[in-house]
């Protein structure tokens, strides 16, 4: 992906950083897919002992809970950058362009002030999950690996949001 030149001539900071940024985002966003897989499968099985050996996997649910929780953080900093999460334009959308590339600003300042609130809350609980090795309580899985996606996926979408279609007006979303 090629940048292009500024009024100032320099490149396009934001067109690179989307353009190194993407494919990591695209991979993650495959990792998700491979969690809702993984849910399936496992509420299969789980199911599948139920039925035929009468004994069900003791841990399915909390697996699936971590596996949905992870799908969604994993997939989030794509659907950031892409702009393509849930959105309200009635009122944007009869704006004109110049106050809409300003309500785009605003919004992804918004969205990355959340972001960094929330990866701010998230991070004590990370800690204290580490230093406790605190683990789910029938499939006795370390909880820190699965709550070190929240800072990783917050700190992603911040800067999905401050190089998104949004805040670059040089590019349409």
């Known amino acids: ?4 030149p500024t009024e100032d001539g320099s490149r396009d900071v934001a067109a690179r950083i989307r353009a190194v940024l993407t494919p990591v985002f695209k991979g993650l966003a495959v990792l998700a897919a491979l969690a809702g897989c993984a849910i399936v499968l496992l509420i299969g099985a789980s199911v599948a002992m139920r039925y035929f050996a009468n004994a069900p996997f003791r841990f399915t649910e909390e697996l699936v809970g971590l ?73 006795r899985l370390l909880m820190y690996p699965w709550m070190a996606l929240f800072p990783l996926s917050m700190g992603l979408c911040i800067v999905a949001f401050l190089v998104g279609p949004a805040a670059s007006p040089s590019r349409d979303p």
């Not at 992906?1 to 292009?4: D, G, K, T, V």
């Not at 990355?112 to 991070?123: S, V």
């Open 67 to 139: 596996l949905m929780t992870a799908a969604f953080f994993l997939a989030l900093p794509l659907a950031t950058l892409r702009a393509e999460h849930v959105r309200v334009l009635a009122l944007v959308s009869a704006l004109p362009h110049r106050a809409r590339l300003w309500a785009g600003r605003l919004a992804a300042c918004i969205g990355a002030a959340f972001c960094l609130w929330f990866l701010a809350l998230c991070l004590p609980w990370l800690e204290f999950a580490f230093d406790r090795t605190i683990k789910t309580e029938v499939g």
């Open 1 to 4: 992906m090629r940048s292009r």
